[in-house]
């Protein structure tokens, strides 16, 4: 085994986990979920069958990533965040093929206590602010806050609000790389 799982986790058979990963306390990992290298599963988190997270996603406490979920390398789901996979789900009526896909793109940030409506794909590097409730696909680079959510703003790879100027560029005050807004849409040049 070239991966750490705390003795109250429990793996079941027909997963995939990466080298280097660690799954903490009461966690469960469901069958036919893959999750890659160097990812950190914190206390009481739940993988579902066919979910795919990727290299070096970090899972805060108390998150449930249900089937139908895609997380890429560097993604952050920060503690008690909710991902939902039924639109309208009913307790009597039995929806298990209707499961919704979301994919939550590289490098993206989801806050504390936030929601994501299932079938609404998350941006690169997007950064999903504490608490907000996010009902429509956000766009890489953006920053949504709020409920319903809304975009206030952009960011950069490190996670730091990007200022434009006239011309349309911004410096990310941390690693210099340059930004340009062009369209409605952020790259990184």
């Known amino acids: 085994m070239s991966y750490f799982a705390h003795e109250t986790a429990v793996i079941d058979e027909g997963c995939i986990i ?17 999750i890659g290298e160097n990812c950190n599963i914190g ?14 996603v970090k899972v805060q406490n108390n998150v449930s990533i249900y089937t ?26 039995n929806r298990r093929g209707q499961y919704l896909k979301t994919v939550v793109k590289k490098g993206a940030t989801i806050g504390a206590n ?27 680079y953006a920053l949504v ?22 011309n349309g560029l911004a410096i990310c005050p941390e690693s210099k790389e340059q930004y340009k807004l062009e369209n409605n849409k952020v790259i990184k040049l």
């Open 145 to 166: 806050v709020g409920n319903p959510a809304r975009q206030i703003g952009w960011m950069s790879e490190y996670g730091h609000r990007l200022e434009f100027d006239t």
């Open 18 to 34: 990466g080298n280097n990963t660690k799954i903490w306390h009461f966690s469960h990992i469901m069958p036919k979920c893959i």
């Open 68 to 93: 139908g979920v895609i997380c890429e390398d560097d993604v952050f789901l920060g503690p008690s965040m909710v991902f939902t996979n039924v639109i309208n789900p009913r307790s009597a009526v």
């Open 43 to 56: 206390q009481n988190v739940v993988v579902s069958p066919d979910v795919v997270l990727g290299n070096n």
């Open 114 to 140: 936030a929601t994501i409506v299932c079938g609404h794909d998350i941006g690169r590097y997007a950064f999903i602010g504490a608490g907000a409730v996010v009902t429509k696909t956000v766009s890489d």
